[in-house]
């Protein structure tokens, strides 16, 4: 029933993430002259992974719903890592593709324009300077992959998940300190994209092999969380979770801090040029302040990613009562003398 339900809609969100990104594929290969072939190599793989993982998850689901698991505390761990780094993706690609014009941005080419609104450099994700983009890109894969792993049992995983999110956290900051009079023409958008990227490929990988031990059910995160945890006393495990709980919290909280607060300073300068006496920038709108409306599309973003996991976890919370609650009538020796009673009448 609610379980099944949430499963389903796991699915459905894998189909619809990797329909996404082969049509983000499709719009980059054919409506673009000039290509970022980083783009086109991750989308691809984007697709196969999270189709993958859907067909999988599609195929078990029967199998799934019999998995005892703590989706409660997946939920609480989507909260704080999952639902931050989609609201940065997409936050990115609404920069990137919804205010071309006024940026001068170019998607194709992952381009955000020029940085801090003048005519060069432009901000380019994955322009050529690759260990540093790399480096970017695997923060944010290793972020999201060792998560939806840790989701499956293993408890070490969920601290390192969430502290590979210190490069977006430290992003936002240093260009808030640096940059803040022309935050949304700064480099936080073709740096952040880097790593939102690979969180996305991250979240593919992650999915599919999630969803491939699972099937399997006897998985390197089950033997390990089993083998490490045989010979420690309950108080160690005790201190062990609190301290990851306390991690992965604090890491948490400050990213969706960075998420909210780059929203708000894109917001704030919008228009802005990086001499405030400066009108020759491209973004710049004849002294008009930034439309409310902007902001409201904005932060839009992190709400609805916030909203999700929340969901997913009060119906989580719903089906557990209601089962309890039947298991508990079930056990009742009210209840089962009526249904003898009931037997014997029919």
């Known amino acids: 029933t609610t379980i099944v339900t949430v499963i ?32 086109l190599i991750l989308l691809s793989s984007i697709f196969v992974f999270f189709a993958g993982a859907g067909l999988f998850d599609y195929r078990t689901r029967k199998r799934a719903t019999q998995k005892k698991n703590s989706s409660q505390h997946s939920s609480f761990l989507a909260l704080l890592s999952i639902a931050p780094s989609a609201a940065l993706i997409l936050f990115c690609i609404v920069r990137l593709w919804a205010y071309q014009d006024h940026f001068h941005t170019r998607p194709e080419l992952l381009d955000f324009g020029p940085k801090n609104g003048g005519l060069e450099p432009t901000n380019i994700a994955f322009d050529g300077n690759g260990l540093t983009s790399f480096g970017h890109w695997i923060q944010g894969f290793l972020s999201s992959a060792l998560l939806l792993l840790a989701m499956e049992g293993c408890l070490i995983l969920e601290p390192i998940a969430l502290l590979l999110t210190f490069y977006p956290i430290y992003n936002f900051f240093k260009r808030w300190n640096l940059n803040g009079d022309t935050f949304a023409t700064s480099s936080y958008f073709n740096n952040g994209t880097e790593w939102a990227l690979g969180s996305l490929s991250g979240m593919a990988v992650g999915s599919f092999l999630a969803v491939v031990l699972r099937r399997r059910k006897t998985t390197i995160v089950d033997q390990h969380s089993r083998s490490s945890c045989e010979n420690r006393s309950s108080m160690i495990l005790q201190v062990a979770k609190c301290t990851s709980m306390i991690i992965c919290c604090i890491m948490g909280i400050l990213f969706w801090l960075s998420v909210i607060g780059a929203c708000i300073f894109s917001w704030i300068t919008w228009n802005n040029c990086f001499d405030e006496d400066d009108t020759t920038c491209v973004n710049y709108d004849n002294g008009n302040d930034p439309k409310p409306s902007v902001l409201v599309y904005l932060l839009s973003i992190p709400v609805l990613c916030c909203m999700i996991p929340i969901i997913a ?14 298991e508990k009538i079930r056990h009742d020796p009210e209840t089962q003398h009526q249904k003898v009673l009931e037997n014997e009448s029919t």
């Open 8 to 39: 389903m809609i796991i699915v459905i969100l894998h189909f619809l993430l990797s329909l996404t990104s082969l049509g983000f594929f499709l719009a980059v290969l054919i409506g673009a002259e000039q290509k970022s072939l980083a783009l």
């Open 313 to 326: 976890w009060v119906c989580d919370c719903n089906g557990k009562k209601q089962e309890k609650h039947e």
